[in-house]
C-alpha cells in the first residue's frame, strides 16, 4: 500500500503548493489559474496511465511529459493573454525557452525508447499496478516542480521589464540546454559504435551524468528569471531546482542509471576507475 500512500502524500504536497503561490495568481474564467494547471497535470498523466498499463508499455511515459509541458504553457500563455490582452516579453521569453526544451528532449526521448525497443528502467515497473501509477504520479510531480518559477512569471498580475535578473537567468539556462543536447548527442553517437558499453568522452569524461546535470541548470536558469516576481511565500518557488536535483538524483534519474551500470559493469577495473575519477553529477572542470 506504500505506493498507493506516496501518490496521495504527492498529490496533496504539490496541491498545497499550488495553494501557497496562488494569492497573487490571475483568473482564467473565475478560476485561479494556478488551479487549473495543476488538474490539468495530473490529469493528462492518470489519463495515459491507465492504457499504457493495460497495454503494458512505458513507450509513452516521456512523451506525456513532454504533451503535459506544452499544454500547460498554452493554458499559462492564453490564460495571461485574455487576462492582460496581450503577452510581455519576459513572459514570451519563458514560453518560448521551456517550450524549445520539451519538444528538444520529448522528441529525443520517444524516439529513442521506439528504435531501443524499452525503457529499462520500466522493466520489472510496468507490471505492478501501483508502482506504474506511482511513476505516472512522479512524472506529474516532475512537471509541477519544473514548472514552478515559470507558473509564477506566467500567473503573476504585474508584468515585468527585462533586466539583468533575466538576463543572467537566460544565459544559465543556454548554458544549460546545450550542455544537455551536447551530452545527448554525444551518447547518442557513442552507442552507435559501442553498443552496450559505457561512454566516458566528451562531457562524460566531466561528470557521469552531464545530460541531467543541464536539465538541472536550465531549470535553475528559470529559477532565477522569476526572482523579479516574488514575494512572501512566492520565494518557496526558489526551492524548485532542489526539488529537480533530488528527483533526478534520487528518484527517477541517476540512481536508476547507477543501479544498472553497475550490474553491466560493476565487475570492470575500467569502469571502477571511471566512478573513482569522474563526479556523479556536478562536473569537474578542472
Partial sequence: MKEYIFSIIILSFSLLVAYLISF????????KLVYVL?????????????????????HYYDLTGG???????VLLTTGRYLYFG??????????????????????????????????????EIKKDFKRFLLAFILSGLWVFTCLLPSI???TSSKSIEL???TISGIIIWVFGFIFEVVADKQKTEFNKKNKGRFISTGLWSLTRHPNYFG?????????????PYL???NYIVLTSPLFIYLLLTKVSGVNLLEEIGEKRWGSEKEYQDYKKNTPKFFPKFL
Fill in 38 to 58: 495543476w488538474l490539468l497535470i495530473f490529469t493528462i498523466h492518470i489519463s495515459v496511465f491507465i492504457p499504457s498499463y493495460i497495454n503494458q508499455t512505458e
Fill in 231 to 233: 514575494y512572501g511565500i
Fill in 163 to 165: 533586466d539583468i535578473i
Fill in 86 to 123: 496581450n503577452i510581455d516579453y519576459v513572459s514570451f521569453i519563458v514560453s518560448l525557452l521551456v517550450s524549445l526544451w520539451t519538444i528538444r528532449l520529448s522528441s529525443f526521448l520517444f524516439l529513442r525508447v521506439k528504435r531501443t525497443g524499452q525503457d529499462v528502467r520500466f522493466s
Fill in 67 to 73: 504533451i503535459t509541458f506544452i499544454s500547460s504553457v
Fill in 24 to 31: 497573487d495568481t490571475i483568473l482564467f474564467f473565475n478560476y
Fill in 152 to 154: 509564477v512569471v506566467l
Fill in 215 to 227: 536539465e538541472f541548470t536550465l531549470w535553475a536558469g528559470l529559477a532565477i528569471i522569476s526572482i
